[in-house]
């Protein structure tokens, strides 16, 4: 089932190699090349040759991640290091900023993990005003902020600098940030912007297959997980830094997604990571001027969900016109050999989500954008 | 570094794929036709192709397990299970049978989840008598025992259906068991046996890379579940079931390592699981044998630390001769292209352990214990 509906992608691509035609908002597309990465031999995770692979891995990573620290490895999807962050970071109660489904999930997260959380609350698509969580910072009673930098569901991207800013003018709050596709697609500071987590997973903008998540620890946050009772010890991040400053892996690692992110590091330092930020944004501006042709020029009445200034340069959600579901949309897309995501949770129907990151040009989504003007005018 | 290290292994490989030199006791050797399925495209894990999938898979893994239940799948380690064996699995106190790192490290998975635990403790290499266990549970105030079935650290093999009669006898004592190096190698019977929770990872006797766990959850165990606190999110074995009936997965799988499980699970199904047990016995027995013969006939004084009856299947730990360390003579095998493992823990330079596992053959192993008895007798 799966290698026919692989060899359907192979047989209706715009190039040989079968690349440029899988626009889901995760996972993405991977390259060949970076696929084949896989077929390396197994190693032992104890001995000098994961060494030499963990040192290698982290030159690229710091460089994604802009910091000076280790970037943890974490054999698991981005999810688990959501819960990583609740129960190393928040001591007894988070602000969480919700506006969307991802950023409602981190609440979640919190709370499952028996700490408590108290949402600020915008509508889906709409991004956090950094001056509302100063004031509410103000008041006391919260030591650490869930947020969600590129909101998957809406498209919405967060002004984390600013955010971030406003959690440091108060001594105890530790900001913790799901960058799942933010990280190698959208400009992020790690260290600059001083942030005390921040997360991704494998099969984002970093275009591997999923299996891996990566996140980079402030100083404040270790402190904060020494201090913590009850974090298990799959997430501990005590336990990642002790292994990873030996460059080992407190568990058996996913070795083919690191043999992956192997070759896609050199990938990216070739392409230079603020030359992948400006492919992304081109991505993203082709997308609106799509959008605003569409409207402008064909009487299709679609528009961009977020708010300019305030749109992922990674995925852009497209708002439907009204009393126009875009489940048949998205589903002669896929007859076409084309898979773009549909919306998500209340918003199935409202929107559809293409996913342009990872390794896609603008060319690449000028051909899906081409493909869903013909169907969105037949 | 890593493609050179592979490359060298090729080069002493004694078949043409290059399989048959790797015996560490995890993770295993990956056939080539195995590692290949990871070439496969990605695909969107909420969608019609994952259900196809997932579907398929359930039906190899249920005969793995021996279970007419699901077989859950966990994007992390083994670790990730243990932990999700104790946060969903003990209500306030475990008998924690201990015989060797991992059965160790079980105790302390338990404890670092906030719950108690209380150690059965056996020397390194022994196994636990089931009366003992009896004993203590008579005496009130356990929920649960956390038990591992083939000790990684050791190749001690605990009689588990033996140990699950006797959790039976209580109402209110569920068996959490670690056969992360028994199933797919040793004679396991999840549903016959009624073990509450039995878990594994892919890197071990499944022969694939790591990144994927797998455990059946009894219903007592769900019934644990439910009533649990503080699971979080990402262990938690509601969720998995949740998401699992409808052939999905809570958050996104590793999906190369499901692509090679599926290669392997029709390679298993050509095999049989029985077949496959006997071909672990066999290897064992092989390895028995050599080192009986090292001992009567070579002179050199080998022993096999678990104790007759009680010898894993999948790996062998082998006791040195007095006064001697195995750390040389793993490192003179590696410098011939062969990796086996060294001796864990407080066993390090005491032992060696032979991971005779997965795809490997009593002809490839042959062929190590050759070069074994070439470096131990030079």
Known sequence: MVMKSSEA??????????????????????????????MRAMIGHRGADIKALMEKLQVGLKDVFRTERLVFLSSSSATGLMEAAARNGVRRKALSLVNGAFS???????????????????????VHDPQVVRDRLGKGGIDAITVVHSETS???????????????????????????????????????????FVLTGSQKALALPPGLAFAVASERMMARSRAARNKGIYFDLLQFQKSQEQMQTPNTPALSVMYALD??????????????????????????????EMRADKGVGLSVLAPKGFRSPTVTAVRMPERSSSVPVVAALKKAGIVIGGGYGKLKELTFRIGHMGDHTVAELEAVLDALEEVLTA
């Open 9 to 38: 992608a192979l047989a209706t691509t715009p190039d040989a190699t079968g690349f440029g035609r899988f626009f889901l908002p995760g996972p993405t597309e991977v390259r060949p090349e970076v696929l084949s990465a896989q």
């Open 104 to 126: 409602q999930r981190f609440a979640q997260i919190v709370e499952a993990c028996s700490l408590e959380s108290e949402r600020y609350e915008v509508p889906w698509g709409e």
């Open 154 to 196: 809406t498209g919405a991207l967060n002004p984390i600098e600013e955010i971030s800013r406003v959690a440091h003018e108060f001594d105890d709050v530790v900001i913790l940030v799901d960058s799942v596709t933010g990280v190698a697609g959208a400009e992020l500071w790690s260290d600059r912007w001083q942030l005390d």
């Open 263 to 292: 070759v896609q590091l050199e990938r990216i330092t070739a392409e230079t990571l603020e030359g992948r930020w400006e492919r992304h944004r081109a991505m993203r501006e082709a997308t609106v001027k799509w959008v605003e």
